[in-house]
């Protein structure tokens, strides 16, 4: 459903998509997954057809972006990094008016519309004006448009950014639906967590580049490590496989006895199983602002 | 085309039926300064002093609501993205570019009654200037509209995007002979330069304010119609969803 072969995109001198390939099927939840600077948004932005690639091919819902992109945005929705739904408008309003954009007969609108907002926990407030409303719920408003409007493919950039624990998950839910109705969802997030509960499918970006991709549990598996200990405050003689400022970060498959040993030193130390937030801080380092 | 037109028909409800019925606070806002004019020329010059007023005013109006697409336009690119997602759906860049331009008619519409309801009353119109009026401002509307969202384009950063308006707005109307007759130029047709002053020559004629020759009319009409193509021309230049 989306397949990206060789793509690059270049601003000025610098490189902000760099040879990136991955391809994915349809009804499955693709997050990308990197720090800020790793080109998630521009590549967004090439696949929903507002940005040119420098090289390379796109395809998305079997349409190549550069040639067929009318047939493309008759498949698609998206929802912006940083978006937020028009102000004045009531949440009715605004899904009522992009559903009446996207084609549908005004009686269609009405129904998808009212389904929309109740599924986004929205119907409370279906009548309120949307700057009233906080930015959690904002966010909600543009997921229910692009929920109402059913599509082959939806691309959400960090929607969840900024929410608190309920708006995230009550997205989840709505991601989890869509992925449920066979839509293909293409989700770029910081939050590791997030893609290792909706995702069937991960690429994890860096400066640009694809670092590695897979389905997260095998992506999991390559940490070098079942376990994973955390250390404030390390000692000389025990080196960690890397270090955040003060913070060592052993990948053992056994941590008790390197544990003991640290606490002995006087070491603050947390013991976890690995997960895909290893496997970032494994390939990519601390995730942080270029 | 269907599609277009009812894409033109959801933005400019959207943006502009909507906050008209909703924030009519703005609408008291853009109003202001002409009328401020009308009332300062009725008490300085009475009737004739007041056809002046809601000449220009209505001149304003259409002009300055033309303009403000540069806000509306950016702030749905840049602030809120609500441009990005109409990029991932079916809408043609025009019938947004257009749809934008409608809904500034829209907001402006009320003012514009008023405007034209007063010159009615007062027995300014003849049959044939009503018309020629008429024809006037909707060439004014495309060719500052069209203009508004070609600026738009151009413009990066927020804060320029509440400023710019104002200042052309200003310009339009104060620089060209909107309130005042194009007789005080060293040369008349001087008057036609600006969209604006075509259209104060226009409407000053139609309503027996000045006469002015034939040849200054005409150039008028031409310079006006060129304006309204040109920004037609630009906007569909413009009005491209994808960047390189």
Redo the contacts between chains.
């Keep these: 459903m989306i397949a990206v072969e060789g793509l690059g995109k270049r601003f000025g001198q610098i490189w902000a998509l760099q040879d990136v390939t991955f391809a994915t099927d349809a009804g499955r939840v693709v997050s990308i997954l990197g720090p800020n600077g790793a080109g998630k948004t521009t590549l967004v932005r090439i696949l929903i057809t507002e940005l040119l690639p420098t090289r390379g091919r796109a395809y998305v819902a079997g349409h190549d972006v550069v040639e067929e992109a009318e047939k493309i945005r008759r498949k698609i929705a998206a929802v912006p990094q940083e978006g937020s739904p028009i102000g004045f408008l009531t949440p009715y309003e605004f899904v009522y008016a992009y559903l009446l954009l996207r084609g549908y007969s005004r009686r269609e609108a009405r129904r998808r519309t009212e389904g929309a907002l109740a599924e986004l926990q929205l119907s409370d407030v279906r009548g309120r004006e949307i700057q009233t409303l906080s930015g959690g719920t904002k966010r909600r408003v543009l997921l229910a448009a692009v929920l109402a409007a059913d599509v082959d493919v939806v691309f959400l950039d960090e929607p969840t950014t900024g929410l608190d624990v309920l708006s995230r998950r009550i997205v989840w839910n709505a991601v989890s639906s869509m992925r449920r109705g066979g839509v293909t969802v293409l989700l770029t997030t910081h939050y590791v967590e997030e893609a290792q509960t909706l995702s069937d499918y991960v690429v994890l970006m860096n400066r640009g580049r694809v670092v590695d991709a897979g389905p997260p549990g095998a992506l999991v598996e390559k940490v070098p490590g079942k376990y994973v200990v955390e250390a404030y405050g390390i000692p000389a003689d025990r080196k960690p496989h890397m270090t955040i400022g003060d913070r060592g970060i052993y990948f053992v498959d056994d941590p008790g006895e390197i544990a003991n040993d640290l606490v002995k030193a006087g070491a603050r130390v947390n013991i976890r199983q690995r997960s895909l937030e290893d496997y970032v801080l494994y390939r990519v380092g601390a995730v942080s602002e270029p | 085309m269907k599609?277009l037109l009812?894409?033109m028909l959801?933005?400019g409800?959207?943006?502009g039926w909507?906050?008209l019925v909703?924030?009519w606070i703005w609408l008291v806002a853009n109003s202001v300064t002409p009328l401020s004019f009308l009332i300062v020329l009725a008490v300085y010059a009475g009737e004739a002093g007041l056809r002046w007023g809601l000449l220009g005013g209505l001149i304003w109006t259409v002009a300055s609501n033309g303009i403000s697409l540069i806000g509306d336009a950016t702030f749905?690119r840049l602030?809120?993205?609500?441009q990005?997602?109409?990029?991932?759906?079916?809408?043609s860049p025009i019938a947004y570019a257009l749809g934008l331009a409608l809904s500034s008619f829209i907001f402006a519409a009320p003012a514009v009654a008023f405007y034209v309801g007063y010159l009615a009353a007062l027995g300014a119109f003849t049959a044939t200037g009503a018309v020629l009026l008429g024809i006037s401002m909707v060439l004014l509307w495309i060719s500052t509209a069209g203009l508004g969202f070609a600026i738009s384009t151009a413009i990066s950063q927020m804060r320029y995007a509440w400023a710019v308006p104002g200042i052309l707005a200003a310009i339009l109307s104060a620089m060209a002979p909107v309130y005042w007759p194009a007789t005080v130029l060293p040369d008349e047709l001087l008057g036609a330069l600006l969209p604006t002053g075509a259209a104060g020559v226009i409407g000053q004629a139609a309503l027996g304010l000045v006469h002015y020759g034939v040849h200054v009319v005409t150039a008028s009409w031409i310079s006006l119609s060129a304006y309204a193509a040109i920004s037609l021309i630009l906007l569909a230049k413009v009005a491209r969803?994808?960047?390189?």
């Design positions: 599609k009812r894409d959801v933005i409800w959207l943006n909507v906050p909703r924030s749905y602030e809120i993205k609500f990005q997602m109409l990029v991932a759906a079916p809408v969803w994808r960047q390189v």
